[in-house]
């Protein structure tokens, strides 16, 4: 773990992790070490204050999403939404994860021009300071725009969700050529450290596997989908996020697993250095998250690119309207250096909404989950 300044957040959380790895008797499994270090209250990377979503390094933030990157997003996010509030009878968007604001900013104003001005949203947010950043993004829609803190016990609408399942504590697996071990946090002179124990967790995959592969599971974030299942009553629901099928997420060459941290927009593998003062974050495996939806009774709809996605939903036409600054912001959201091919959109409707997603209309990928 590298040193961190002793004003900055990094000290005071890293005080607190040491302490909870002690109660704990010497070691924490990871996913209870990202979650102290995600959301601890006040310290937690996603519940302090520091900037986090912006263009530039220079604005002092740590990554871009893509409606922070161009609100044509949202907006076209809002083709998709309209068609399963008219089909599902509802008035409802719910968020989770808002981020800025900025998919509700751009997806009302979507809404509005596909002939649903009065549609209400929810955004579900855990973090006080992120909430304060929304509440003064979306204000002129005034009293619209909701917050809750946990799930709403009936959710009747459309569902989404933009790099949220990524930020979901996972846990980490190393196999030693033998068996899979649990990948947690120790410490060793005061310094977090990396300890395997010995458990009976394995991927959801046979493999083959290469000596020294380490690799995550996502426990929380499948467990999230089965909530969803709980709650959305009549609707649909769509999680934009980087990730891979399982075939493709546990394949060979990718032995070192998809844990990684963003800082000032670099990427680092280090996740116990700076707690608090970076993101941790793991691709998805939308095979998991696509069988938790099933089990728990939702339908899936439909699995494919961002870029397809988009298109399907008309992003041309905006794209055409949009003058050559915007433009340029926009492609990055469907080239596939960029955003277009590593994201991907994976959709859930409830049982009976009999409904063809426009989103999945074509290139629809659900047959290589």
């Known amino acids: 773990m590298q040193a961190s300044e002793a004003g900055s957040v990094s000290a005071p959380l890293g005080e607190h992790i040491r302490a909870a790895i002690a109660a704990a008797g010497g070691w924490l499994p990871f996913d209870r070490y990202m979650a102290l270090a995600l959301y601890t209250p006040g310290l937690g990377y996603y519940a302090n204050a520091r900037p986090k979503l912006g263009r530039m390094p220079a604005d002092g933030s740590d990554f871009v999403t893509a409606p922070e990157l161009s609100p044509l997003f949202g907006r076209t996010l809002a083709t998709q939404a309209a068609q399963v509030l008219e089909i599902a009878e509802a008035d409802q968007v719910f968020e989770f994860g808002a981020g800025t604001g900025a998919l509700a900013e751009s997806l009302l104003d979507g809404l509005a021009a596909c002939g649903h001005p009065a549609a209400r949203y929810t955004i579900v947010e855990l973090s006080a300071d992120l909430r304060a950043r929304q509440q003064a993004r979306v204000a002129r829609f005034g009293d619209r725009v909701q917050w809750a803190d946990r799930w709403p016990e009936a959710m009747h609408g459309v569902v989404f969700g933009n790099e949220v399942l990524d930020a979901m504590p996972v846990q ?12 947690g946090v120790a410490l060793q002179d005061g310094r ?11 991927p959801p995959h046979d493999g083959p596997f290469l000596p020294g592969t380490v690799t995550e599971i996502h426990r929380q974030a499948e467990a999230f989908v089965t909530s969803l299942a709980q709650h959305l009553k009549r609707g649909a629901a769509f999680f934009v996020d980087y990730g891979f099928p399982e075939a493709e997420y546990y394949h060979l060459q990718r032995h070192g697993g ?6 000032a927009h670099l990427a680092d593998t280090d996740p116990l250095a700076d707690p608090g003062e970076k993101d941790i974050t793991a691709h998805v495996n939308f095979t998991g998250i696509a069988l938790a939806g099933q089990d728990a009774g939702l339908d899936v709809i439909g699995y494919t690119s961002q870029a397809r996605f988009l298109v399907n939903c008309g992003i041309a036409p905006l794209l055409e309207a949009a003058d050559l600054r915007q433009r340029a912001m926009a492609q990055k959201l469907i080239t596939e250096h960029e955003m ?3 994201f991907k959109v994976i959709g859930f409707a409830t049982p009976g909404l009999a409904f063809e997603p426009i989103g999945f209309a074509e290139g629809d990928r659900l047959h290589r989950l």
Request: with cysteine; charged share 30%.
């Open 172 to 183: 980490l697996l190393h196999f030693d050529g033998e068996r899979w071990q649990e990948r």
């Open 192 to 202: 977090l450290v990396f300890e395997d124990r010995a458990s009976t967790l394995q």
């Open 258 to 263: 998809t844990l990684m941290c963003h800082r």
């Open 340 to 342: 277009g091919e590593l």
